[in-house]
């Protein structure tokens, strides 16, 4: 392998990569500003995301957890302006201070794919099967950059190698049947990070793979930001996933906010009971955070089109108040401490609270 220094940047980024980047900045990347998304269906009106704010900095991964359905995926679509037509979309998403929503189609397509990129969940999918693989992560290259036959050539060695491609040179040459499941969601990552994108958004990199290939990607990742630092967002329903890689963590429930906070206070002082459900069902975890009273999250998500009143977690919530303000009232977002946020009426109170329905 072509061993490239990680605290040589220069080898790794474009030559035209922004400054900002190599220096290290701590304003925010990416700032999603109470972010709403539907849509109208035949059945009703899809709330598929609502009201959802946070920040991403240079160099840190947020996780963004919840069950199926929860707004995961129409976040990062909305983020990307991937979203159909028909979605309608308010709020603000500002990339590097700049709000990106609704801007046109062709200043869209500038960013996607270069200062803001995505690795898809289905690798063999994304991948033309008739194209070789470096031929495709060379296309991605090209439609931002121009560099010669060599240099991309060159740079598309870089990256396959830098993904865990061994005999990168071999590799470029292959089509994408010839690769394992494993060594396409590689070649993936390599594509979705060809232009050292300031944003990389990662949506269940590692759901289709098993547990050794998932750690591996995962440490590509983590690769790939200590020589880019590039904010990484990612998607799972696996709070697991996220203990070990990200700074800071996302719990949505129902397209909303459950709680936010740094990885450590989501693991270990969680302030929201759907955290906690999601913590108790992990199969191992520090047994502090876990209450003893509480079991797995009984019942299923709720239905996009038909949201509960109030909390959306309160029919499957054992601390609810059925009687009030869980039912009646939308938990807004509180800062608890310096940055650890839940919506949870009861969240300062809710380490004292005995659930009345555990
Ligand atoms: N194009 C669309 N039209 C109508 N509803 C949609 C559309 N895309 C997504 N939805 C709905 O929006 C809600 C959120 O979907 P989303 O794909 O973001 O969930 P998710 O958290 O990514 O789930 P998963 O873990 O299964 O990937 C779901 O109820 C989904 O059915
Ligand atoms: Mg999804």
Do not use: W
């Not at 995962?218 to 790939?224: F, T, Y």
């Not at 967002?233 to 800071?248: K, Q």
């Not at 906010?257 to 929201?272: C, L, N, Q, R």
């Amino acid at each position: 392998m072509t061993d490239v220094d990680p605290t040589d940047l220069d080898t790794f980024l474009l030559p035209d990569a922004p400054a900002a980047m190599v220096a290290g900045e701590t304003a925010p990347l990416l700032s999603v500003r109470n972010l709403t998304v539907q849509f109208d269906t035949d059945d009703g009106i899809v709330h598929a995301v609502d009201d959802v704010s946070f920040d991403m900095v240079a160099n840190e991964t947020l996780g963004i957890v919840g069950e199926s359905g929860s707004g995961k995926s129409v976040t990062s679509l909305a983020i990307l302006g991937l979203l159909p037509k028909g979605a309608h979309v308010t709020g603000e998403v500002r990339f590097r201070g700049e709000n990106i929503l609704g801007i046109n189609d062709n200043a869209l397509r500038e960013l996607r794919g270069d200062r803001i990129a995505m690795i898809f969940q289905d690798a063999l999918a994304a991948l033309n099967p008739v194209l070789t693989v470096g031929h495709q992560v060379a296309e991605a290259i090209s439609v931002h950059h121009d560099l010669s036959r060599a240099d991309r050539e060159a740079r598309v060695i870089e990256l396959l190698d830098l993904v865990g491609i061994s005999q990168p040179d071999q590799r470029y040459k292959q089509y994408p049947h010839e690769f394992s499941g494993g060594m396409r969601q590689r070649a993936m990552i390599a594509m979705s990070i060809a232009n050292d994108p300031d944003v990389l958004i990662a949506d269940e990199p590692t759901t289709a793979l098993d547990v050794t290939i998932q750690a591996q990607v995962l440490e590509v990742l983590e690769r790939i930001q200590d020589r880019t630092n590039s904010a990484i967002m990612l998607i799972t329903h696996d709070l697991g996933v996220v203990a070990g890689v990200a700074d800071r963590v996302v719990v949505m429930y129902a397209g909303r906010h459950a709680e936010m906070g740094t990885v450590d206070e989501i693991f270990y002082e969680p302030k929201h009971p759907y955290t906690r459900g999601l913590l108790a069902s992990l199969p191992r975890v520090d047994r502090r955070v876990v209450n003893e009273r509480l079991h797995r999250i009984e019942g299923q998500p709720p239905s996009s089109i038909f949201v509960p009143s109030g909390c959306a977690f309160h029919p499957r919530c054992p601390y609810a108040d059925l009687q009030g303000l869980c039912v009646t009232e939308i938990p807004p977002l509180v800062d608890l401490e310096g940055g650890h946020f839940s919506a949870c009426h009861f969240a300062k109170t809710l380490d004292e609270r005995i659930p009345p329905h555990a």
